[in-house]
C-alpha cells in the first residue's frame, strides 16, 4: 500500500455499528441514544442497526472498529453469530452493558464463550450495593482514578471465566435480599477480554437510563466504548 493510502486510512473516522433491540425493558433506544453522541464527539461515524442481520454483512462488520450492542435475550442465528465472531477474531471491537451484552442469544454457548459472561440471576427489584474496583487492576484505563461505588439498580449475578479481566466486582453477603448465601460471594460486575485480535467489554450495570447518572457508571462505560475499539 502506497503512504498516501496508508495516510488515508489512518485518517479516515473510526466507525461504530449500534445494534440494538430485543427485550424493550432494558430500553436499549433510549439507552443507547445516550452515547451516541459521545462516540462522534470522539471521532466515530455511526450507524444505527435494529436488526441482527447487520452480523451478516461480512463488509460492514470488517469496516467497523466497535459494534456497541444492547440487544437483551431474543435469538441469534449460527450464521448471525459467526459473522459477529468473525469480524472480533480479526479485531472489532465489542461492547456493551448489563442484559444488552451479557443476558444476550441465552441458547448460543458460542456467544457467550465470546462474550465472557451470562447473566444467571438478580435479587427482585432495585439494590443498593457497592461495586467495587479491583486493586489490582485500579490503573487499567477503564477505571484509571475511580474508587468504589454505590449504586441503586439491578445487581447481576453472573457466570464468567477466567479468562475475563475482571476491573470491578460487587458482592452478594449472607441475609441480603434474603439470599441461600452462607458467606460473601463476590461476583464480577464490570470485565474486558480479548477474543481473537479484538477486544470485549462488558459491564453489568445499566438496567435503566439513569443509571448513568451516577458519574462513575457513566466514565467507566464511556471508557470502555473507546477501549474495546480496534
Known sequence: ????????????????????????????????????????????????????????????????????QCWTMGEISREQRAGLEAAVRAGTGLAGWHGGICDSFRGSLEYQLMTGGQFLMHPPGFLDHTVAIRKERADHPVVAGLADF?????????????????????????GDHDGPWREPVTVPAVWTRQWGEGKVFVSTIGHKVDDFDVPEVRALTERGLLWASR
Open 1 to 68: 500500500m502506497s503512504q498516501s493510502a496508508d495516510t488515508t486510512a489512518s485518517n479516515r473516522p473510526r466507525r461504530a455499528l449500534v445494534v440494538r433491540g430485543g427485550w424493550e425493558g432494558h430500553a436499549p433506544v433510549e439507552a443507547t441514544d445516550l452515547f451516541i453522541p459521545f462516540l462522534r464527539d470522539n471521532d466515530f461515524s455511526v450507524e444505527v442497526s435494529d436488526t441482527l442481520d447487520s452480523y451478516l454483512d461480512a463488509e460492514l462488520l470488517g469496516a467497523t472498529d466497535l459494534v456497541v
Open 150 to 174: 454505590d449504586v441503586h439498580t439491578e445487581q447481576y449475578w453472573v457466570s464468567t471465566d477466567a479468562l475475563d479481566d475482571v476491573l470491578a466486582t460487587t458482592v452478594f453477603r449472607p
